[in-house]
């Protein structure tokens, strides 16, 4: 008997009974005393898993969806394909008290969501764009700078490295085979399961951008 299972209810209804009624055991009472009890014990059950949702910490399901839809927006922190509950739930926690308005704020939450920290240029950053006898040459550092683009950055965001496509063997592996029970199958380059598709990369980056700045945003996959 656990609190506040069935036994536990039935227990507390017979306690609450006149002996001089109603003998402990009664068949019919008893029959009574537990369905009520059964309809308590679902209205408990209930109870606690709202008051677990309610809190992000105890939060499960579709209702740790419901918690990011609330603080971010519909499209601002999705839940990536098949990523488990405490993964999405740390995800949310740190979306919540992110540093944002700074280059680091763009810089940690790319390398976060697809494991590759970007390239940023800033043209009016004398740090991206070095200068003439310091950190700059054709083909080898530095980059074209002007103050005609203030408060613009280029960023070059970089997809995560691809995990395959599940339960697909490739060619020369003795699990597939024409006409016969195999995993092999024909695909397209859509099929590889990354988890994180560019609209999110660009919805992170916007959710951190400062206000009345401007992010020029190139995405495309890690070099080799």
Same mark, same amino acid.
């Given at each position: 008997?656990?609190?506040?299972?069935?036994?536990?209810?039935?227990?507390r209804?017979?306690?609450r009974?006149?002996n001089a009624?109603?003998?402990l055991?009664?068949?019919?009472i008893n029959?009574?005393?537990?369905?009520?009890a059964?309809?308590?014990?679902?209205?408990y059950?209930?109870? #606690?898993?709202?008051? $677990?949702?309610a809190?992000?910490?105890?939060?499960?399901?579709?209702?740790?969806?419901?918690?990011?839809?609330d603080?971010?927006?519909?499209?601002?922190?999705?839940?990536?394909?098949?990523?488990?509950?405490?993964? &999405?739930?740390?995800?949310?926690?740190?979306n919540?008290l992110?540093?944002?308005?700074?280059?680091?704020?763009v810089?940690?939450?790319?390398?976060?969501?697809?494991?590759?920290?970007? /390239?940023i240029?800033?043209?009016?950053?004398? #740090?991206? /764009?070095?200068?003439?006898?310091?950190?700059?040459?054709?083909?080898?550092?530095?980059?074209?700078?002007?103050?005609l683009?203030? &408060?613009?950055?280029?960023?070059?965001?970089y997809?995560?490295?691809?995990?395959?496509?599940?339960?697909?063997?490739?060619y020369?592996?003795y699990?597939?085979? &024409?006409?016969?029970p195999?995993r $092999?199958?024909?695909v397209?380059?859509?099929d590889?399961?990354t988890?994180?598709?560019?609209?999110?990369?660009?919805?992170?980056?916007a959710?951190?951008?400062?206000a009345? /700045?401007i992010?020029?945003?190139s995405?495309?996959?890690?070099?080799?």
């Amino acid at each position: 008997m656990a609190t506040g299972d069935q036994s536990d209810f039935l227990a507390r209804l017979w306690a609450r009974m006149p002996n001089a009624w109603f003998p402990l055991g009664a068949t019919v009472i008893n029959a009574v005393l537990s369905g009520i009890a059964y309809v308590l014990a679902t209205v408990y059950t209930s109870v #606690q898993f709202f008051i $677990a949702q309610a809190r992000l910490s105890t939060s499960t399901g579709g209702w740790l969806d419901l918690f990011a839809v609330d603080y971010f927006g519909s499209t601002g922190l999705q839940r990536n394909a098949n990523e488990a509950d405490g993964s &999405y739930q740390s995800r949310i926690s740190i979306n919540m008290l992110r540093e944002r308005g700074t280059r680091r704020a763009v810089i940690s939450i790319l390398t976060q969501l697809t494991g590759n920290a970007p /390239t940023i240029i800033e043209p009016s950053r004398p #740090q991206d /764009t070095g200068a003439y006898g310091y950190a700059m040459g054709y083909g080898v550092a530095g980059a074209y700078g002007s103050l005609l683009y203030p &408060y613009q950055a280029f960023i070059t965001a970089y997809r995560p490295v691809g995990k395959g496509i599940p339960y697909v063997n490739g060619y020369g592996n003795y699990a597939g085979g &024409y006409s016969t029970p195999s995993r $092999a199958s024909y695909v397209d380059i859509s099929d590889v399961a990354t988890g994180v598709s560019d609209a999110q990369i660009y919805a992170a980056i916007a959710s951190v951008m400062p206000a009345a /700045t401007i992010a020029w945003v190139s995405i495309t996959n890690p070099p080799a």
